[in-house]
């Protein structure tokens, strides 16, 4: 399987893929849902796998890059039950791998609760 370039998936780095599905490092997933407006705690709490995703119009440096949440981290954004975005493209999404797994995709900058990238 190859990443959105072409290149060959790489163990442990979440990627797009060239089928419209997403990498977690380990497992591929397909997207369930793109905008969760009212269930964002029900997702954040049955996720099993967060990952953060900056824009590409963020300022950050580090833009485009990709991260799998600590459980510290998983836990501080479960305990707030919502997440806001510094843009307003910023957007939660649901995967879904062929397993059953959930991930939890968070792409943009998190204004709140606040995660240093």
């Given at each position: ?49 967060m ?64 995660i240093?990238?």
């Open positions: 399987m190859k990443d959105w370039s072409g290149y060959p998936l790489q163990s442990g780095e979440p990627e797009y893929t060239d089928d419209d599905q997403f990498w977690d490092g380990t497992r591929t997933y397909r997207l369930t849902s793109d905008r969760l407006w009212k269930r964002e705690s029900d997702l954040l709490n049955a996720a099993d796998v990952i953060f995703n900056l824009l590409d119009c963020s300022p950050n440096p580090r833009v485009g890059s990709k991260r799998v949440a600590t459980d510290a981290e998983r836990r501080k954004i479960v305990k707030a039950g919502l997440v806001r975005f510094v843009d307003n493209e910023g957007v939660l999404q649901r995967w879904e791998s062929e397993d059953g797994t959930v991930l939890a995709l968070l792409v943009g900058e998190l204004r709140s609760p606040r240093p990238f």
